[in-house]
């Protein structure tokens, strides 16, 4: 038996994903407050164009909406080019809109993203490493661990985008 539904009556596949699950600020605010102190720690002395970087390359990585919606935002109220954004997706191939140090953090921020495919490959710290003095490494280093767990918790908690206000959360 087919069972057939007037047109526009039949629910979107993905319609679930609009409905937030949890707000896990307010059931619990411990965890939260101490997410926000790692971000904190995560953004000190990193070059605010690159962590945007990071942070919207990492969350197209881990399909987080929310983050990708408040992320770009930020990126652009501070002048980030809405070109340099929308290439983000596809940086390898269009490597001339990014330094090559830009290069080099996108290339970690994804090895260091995906880990399911193994570990962060050598020659890609390598690569980072070049570019990159220790400290500073170790920065960009916390800053993509820093926006993974974000993105855990948008994509867990299904936080709806775009509501987002640009410089919201900034202190």
């Not at 197209?60 to 983050?67: E, G």
């Not at 002048?79 to 080099?104: D, M, P």
């Amino acid at each position: 038996m087919t069972t057939t539904h007037p047109q526009g009556s039949e629910p979107a596949p993905y319609a679930h994903e609009h409905t937030p699950r949890l707000d896990l600020a307010a059931r619990h605010p411990e965890f939260y407050r101490a997410m926000i102190r790692l971000e904190a720690a995560a953004a000190k002395d990193v070059d605010p164009t690159l962590y945007h970087l990071i942070k919207i390359r990492a969350s197209q990585v881990n399909h987080c909406a929310f983050c990708l919606d408040m992320h770009t935002k930020d990126a652009l109220a501070d002048g980030e080019t809405v070109q340099r954004i929308v290439q983000l997706s596809a940086w390898e191939e269009s490597r001339h809109f990014y330094t090559e140090k830009e290069a080099a953090a996108l290339e970690l921020t994804e090895a260091v993203t995906v880990l399911t495919e193994g570990f962060v490959p050598d020659d890609v710290y390598e690569r980072a490493a070049k570019h990159f003095e220790e400290d500073e490494l170790a920065r960009v280093i916390a800053a993509v661990i820093a926006i993974n767990a974000w993105n855990r918790i948008g994509v867990s908690t299904r936080m709806v985008p775009g509501h987002y206000t640009p410089g919201a959360y900034k202190k």
